[in-house]
């Protein structure tokens, strides 16, 4: 458990971690490329280390022993039949990518599988979508869950449909494994897209590795939203720098806004494919004054924050953050658009909700989202995060403000994102202790 006390004041000119959807990318490109890459900065947290397991299952021979720079030597286009089941513990975008990359090793099956969280998270859509590809691949227990288990098999058919609202990952799965189709391929939307830039992030990565794939050419197909991807693609090799993570940022930022500070956040860049970027605006919008330079964020708070309106459907993993600094803004936060937040490592919505109510939040559940009554204090409470490290990063934050002792439970899971983050919040001065 995490022990937190109300905190006076935190200072320092720390690093943002590295992010992880870059770090996931990042690897599983370099394991299919035909060479050796580096990937520097890589994230070394528990949800990166499960793509690196699973691309080392598929063939590719990855170092990590210097965790500052992993050397991968890719399978060269080639994914290999693994010798076991795939256990990918808690990370769904290693499930996600690594259920359609699969279904390109060259005989037999793969088996994916991982934690009691994972084997609830949805694949129903991307199975379906595989099954468009003549690609055979299915829920073992017959309820579009995992364990999945992927048969080998030739891309056969050029066109795909499938929602973008539950989860952009099963989108960012098929980019990544159309690439090896022989023809011409085309992903089609079937609804609006929810996570967006995450997309940005797989297509800025793929280019980097080699790989093209296009938004449709809306003049010539003006009723489809999706992307193309040119057949027989390969992988190529490259040495890849890994930036600042802006959602694991996002607890930085908000005790920096929320009390007496001096914090320099470096390794984050103005110019980021990240939606979590949006952070900084939202706290503009509440009423922070933060500077924002190329490569960095400088936050001297506490800023007297006001309620406001976000939409989170590109930016998810930022509703936690959203929810503590709402409890402390004048009048209403309203968080909408996130019915897709119920979906990750536990019901989000419905944990800020219940949770933070501990702690004297006057929170309202809607079923997309959440209204926040700003109470401008909390009191300290027993916290339960479910096995979940975006609410145990954020209910530290709120502890950190709160008047008393907050006691949060399942502080091991910040190691799925942000391993060192009770150091860095000790560095800066946050009134923590682990038991
Ligand atoms: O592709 C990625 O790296 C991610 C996509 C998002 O998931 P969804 O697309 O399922 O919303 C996000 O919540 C997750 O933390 C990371
Ligand atoms: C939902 C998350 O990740 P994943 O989908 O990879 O498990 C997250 O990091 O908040």
């Known amino acids: 458990m995490i022990i937190v006390k109300k905190t006076n004041e935190i200072k320092g000119n ?96 793969a088996i994916l599988t991982g934690d009691e969280s994972i084997r ?39 066109t795909v449909r499938i929602r973008g609202d539950m989860s952009s990952q099963f989108i960012t799965s098929l980019m990544m494994t159309l690439p090896f189709a022989k023809e011409d391929s085309k992903i089609i939307l079937t609804t609006p897209l929810k996570s967006a830039p995450y997309l940005d992030i797989t297509l800025d990565v793929l280019s980097k590795f080699g790989i093209t794939v296009k938004p449709l050419d809306n003049e010539k197909d003006k009723a489809e939203k999706g992307f193309f991807i040119e057949g027989s693609q390969k992988y190529k090799s490259c040495n890849y720098t890994v930036e600042g993570d802006y959602s694991s940022a996002s607890y930085l930022i908000a005790a920096g806004v929320l009390l007496n500070s001096e914090l320099t956040i470096n390794n984050l860049f103005k110019d980021s494919k990240q939606g979590d970027k949006e952070i900084i605006n939202i706290v503009k919008n509440m009423g922070a ?37 709402g409890c402390f803004a004048e009048g209403k ?47 300290g409470a027993e916290l339960e995060t479910y096995h979940d490290h975006r609410l145990v990063m954020a209910f530290t934050i709120a502890g950190m403000m709160a008047e008393g002792e907050t006691i949060i439970r399942g502080e091991d899971a910040v190691k799925i994102s942000f391993p060192n983050f009770v150091d860095v919040m000790k560095s800066i001065g946050a009134n923590i202790t682990c038991k």
């Open 14 to 109: 720390i690093y943002a971690p590295p992010s992880k959807s870059y770090t996931h990318r990042a690897v599983i490109c370099a394991s299919l490329s035909d060479g050796i890459s580096e990937i520097k900065n890589p994230l070394n947290s528990a949800d990166c280390l499960s793509s690196v397991h699973g691309a080392r299952m598929l063939g590719a021979h990855i170092d990590t022993d210097d965790k500052n720079k992993w050397i991968v030597e890719g399978n060269n286009n080639s994914p290999k039949t693994p010798e076991n089941i795939i256990d990918i513990g808690n990370s769904g975008t290693t499930l996600r990518i690594l259920t359609g990359i699969s279904s390109q090793i060259k005989k037999g099956y």
């Open 120 to 158: 609830k998270r949805p694949m129903q859509p991307l199975l379906d979508a595989l099954k468009q590809l003549g690609i055979e691949a299915f829920s073992s227990k017959m309820d579009g869950t995992a364990p999945i288990i992927v048969k080998s098999g030739e891309i056969k058919n050029n």
């Open 289 to 325: 004054h933060i500077k924002v330079k190329d490569d960095k964020v400088i936050i001297n708070g506490p800023h007297n924050l006001k309620g406001v309106k976000v939409d989170v459907k590109n930016i998810p993993d930022l509703v936690p953050t959203i929810a503590v600094l």
């Open 333 to 379: 936060t309203t968080i909408y658009n996130g019915e897709h937040v119920r979906l990750k490592e536990c019901d989000r919505l419905s944990a800020c909700a219940k949770e933070l109510s501990k702690m004297g939040a006057k929170i309202t559940e809607k079923p997309d989202g959440l209204v926040i009554e700003g109470v401008g204090k909390l009191k």
